[in-house]
């Protein structure tokens, strides 16, 4: 089905029309070229102007949605006699049908990638009482033909090799790198309680770091699976809470009372440095500086080559690093939804500019425009590009047919609509 939008914005986004010189009253039509002129103005009035094409791809409540590529995925929804579910593909920005196959395995999907070698990697947690916990199923990205299947999900690996973690909620399970013409194992390492991190580079992740609650560290080659290092990195008196995390090419610990982060290279384990920080549930590379956020909603950042404390901001909330900028949420806890953005130096912790409720459309990585939304007055949704670098907002469209659920395409937006169905917008700037 094909609709054609008009995509009329409203008033408040409408520019104004150019002035017009009133025209001479000696220039007047006769009567017979006035009526002509009335008939074919009113016949133009009746064709719509060209506009954007909005195409609607059919879905129900309970799909699961997933982008890879140039391929939107629509999963049906689960059944109540437990029948083999079937996954829809659909040409993407266009919403042309490419093919549809059935699925091996009824669960639920979150998760998809694209591979080098023609691979679509669904993956999601299996229905039970059949199911194994998560799983990954292989199929062919021209046909949807079932090329393979092995629990866990997948990670991409620098070099094209595929990894798999199929851990349970206490942290136990494996790790198993496959290859990816055919789910051939290539390396397995059965992993006890603790936990796992990875160095992504932008092939894929290199390095695997193994960490238990005895303070013992294991870095592995991801390719290979051959320990490249192991040691134990922190006393008795440290372990009854400890964190380990990656952030760039530094292993980052914290625990202890109060909070101690130290930080080691990751191929070595060579300790760098130590410091005291407010603590953190989750750390990352913030434009140059590392970043961390409490549980209570406090953001602080210290720089990486020394570990001295750079700023704190308590009431805070990370969404989103950019080089150079990091884009906050100002209320901790405000759920799903549009919130307060703002963008703040990594480096001083100032705020560089306010950019309104806004909520983030998703997008694949490495995709070069972020997009956000939030409900316009008038219904519908309004779209906007966030540009980090440069702390600013520009309103792109206004789509009258958008309900939320919205993933950044190339060249476009796809959004639930009211009816459940998801729809297809080419954006006009």
Known sequence: MTLIDLGDLRDAERPEPPARRPRPAANRLPGFLAVLLLALLTLAAATPPPGRVAVVVPARLGVDRLVAGNLLLVVDPPSRERTPRSMAAYRL???????????????????????????????????????????????????????????????GVSGGGLLLEDFSREG????????PCCGTPRWTVDVPAGEVGYRFTPAGLDRVVFSDPRGRVEVRDAVTG??????????????????????????????????????????????????TVPDASLVLDCGGVICGQTRSGTLWAVDPATGRPLWTRPGWDTMWAAPGRLVVVRAPGT????ADLAVLDPVTGRVRAELGRWEFAQQEPGHGRLLAVRPHPAGGLLVAE??????????????????????????????????????LWRLRR
């Open 172 to 179: 136990r399970g494996t790790l198993r790198a496959v290859d």
């Open 386 to 423: 966030i540009d980090a670098a440069a702390a600013t907002v520009r309103v792109l469209d206004v789509l009258p047919e958008a309900s939320g659920d919205c993933h950044a395409i190339v060249g476009g937006v796809l959004c639930r609509r009211p009816d459940s169905s998801i729809g």
């Open 226 to 275: 051959a320990v490249l290092v192991a040691a134990d990195l922190w006393s008795t008196a440290e372990r009854p809470y400890r964190s380990t995390q990656m952030v760039g090419d530094l292993l980052v610990t914290i625990g202890g009372t109060p909070p101690l982060m130290t930080a080691y290279g990751v191929d070595r384990l060579d300790r760098r440095w130590r410091a």
């Open 335 to 338: 759920g799903t939804g549009p």
């Open 93 to 155: 920005p266009g919403g042309e049908p490419a093919w549809r196959a059935p699925l091996p395995v009824d669960g639920r999907f979150w998760g998809v990638s694209a591979r080098a070698e023609d691979l679509l990697l669904i993956s999601g947690y299996e229905v039970p009482p059949e199911g194994r916990g998560t799983v990954t199923v292989a199929l062919d990205a021209a046909t949807g033909a079932y090329r393979w299947q092995q629990p866990g999900a997948a990670l």
